[in-house]
């Protein structure tokens, strides 16, 4: 009971602290920390629960952004409408890129699906139009301001959805892991085979969870365009996969937030060291930082500090048990 009043204590604090932000860029970067927070979440679901090695994020996240951004300009489809439709879109993708999942995997599976991001660049950078909306080329496209009651959405407001968005992310993807499915993805991880010799069918598994982490990595990539307001077809290459692969291991792959660390990690860091004016130099003091880190913490910063908090806890009640002598209680 304790454990789930304070869930839900952080659960308000995250979403009524950063709305007394008046910094408008510092309202972007959380919001944005979100955004690949969802991403990442889903990039773990195959990377850390299962081991399969997909590099299709940036894909997905291209098929969400480029879905909210025709569904509002082309069908004239609500903010909302346009997410869902963007995870439903990302789900039938998942189906495609997911075929060499059921017959490959690991490094094999990584190349499989990085055919898959660079097909899907290609096209976003060369097609001018999609059933009859413009995909804008290489020149990208604007995605209409989100708008409720024909009134744009404020940033706060924005931040409020992108927040509601990741909080249900966390919360399907915690119940999964814990549930009977989760035990199987964990399996399929550890001793595929002693999962097959159990009557467990893999194939529907692995096409089940690819499926679902690639829903998940649209509806982020729908939240970016809505936050961002513009969409940059250069930014869905194979760079971006790799980025959300290295949120989940930076974070704790594995660990239900670490995607969450990695992202706030990999977002806000670079940015720090130019606001320090780092200059020219930020972004080889950002990989330095995250060079040191995976040495201090090759496990992941959220499991290190995990592994810090129990093992504090454990000091805290094997000293309660002594009096203030340093005897044990209870004589002896």
């Known amino acids: 009971m304790k454990g789930r ?12 602290l950063p709305l007394g932000v008046f910094n408008r860029y510092v309202l972007y970067l959380v919001s944005l920390a979100l955004v690949y927070y969802m991403a990442a979440a889903g990039t773990d679901l195959l990377v850390g629960y299962t ?16 879905t909210v ?13 346009g997410v869902l439709a963007a995870a439903a879109v990302g789900a039938m993708g998942g189906m495609v890129l997911g075929l060499p999942a059921l017959r490959v995997q690991h490094l094999s599976l990584g190349v499989s699906t990085l055919a898959g991001v660079v097909v899907l660049n290609t096209w976003f950078n060369a097609s001018p139009s999609f059933l009859g909306g413009s995909l804008g080329g290489s020149q990208g496209l604007v995605v209409p301001a989100p708008t409720i009651g024909g009134h744009p959405l404020s940033s706060r407001w924005l931040w409020a959805g992108i927040y509601g968005s990741a909080a249900a992310v966390w919360a399907v993807e915690r119940n999964l892991i814990r549930s009977q499915y ?4 964990w399996a399929l991880k550890d001793s595929p085979l002693a999962l097959e ?31 961002s307001g513009t969409i940059d077809p250069t930014v869905f290459d194979p760079n971006l ?3 959300l692969i290295a949120m989940a291991v930076i974070g704790g792959s594995g660990w239900e937030m670490g995607p969450l660390v990695g992202a706030l990690f990999v977002t806000v860091l670079p940015q720090v060291f130019a606001l320090m004016g780092f200059g020219p130099w930020a972004n080889l003091s950002y990989a330095i930082a995250f060079f040191l880190t995976l040495r201090w913490a090759p496990e992941g910063l959220g499991r290190r500090w995990s592994r810090a908090w129990q093992t504090w806890r454990a000091a805290r009640i094997r000293l ?13």
């Open 182 to 185: 989760g035990r199987i993805l």
């Open 197 to 227: 010799s159990l009557g467990t069918a893999l194939a529907p598994v692995k096409m089940g969870v690819f499926v679902f982490s690639s829903a998940l990595i649209a509806v982020a990539g729908a939240w970016y365009g809505l936050l």
């Open 69 to 81: 951004a025709l569904g509002s300009g082309l069908l004239h489809q609500s903010w909302a409408e």
């Open 51 to 66: 081991d399969q090695l997909s590099l299709a994020g940036a894909a997905f996240f291209g098929l969400g952004a480029y």
């Open 241 to 243: 996969s790799i980025t």
């Open 5 to 16: 009043l304070g869930r839900v204590l952080v659960g308000i604090l995250g979403l009524v």
């Open 320 to 332: 309660g048990r002594r009096d203030v002598g340093g005897r044990p209680l209870g004589g002896g």
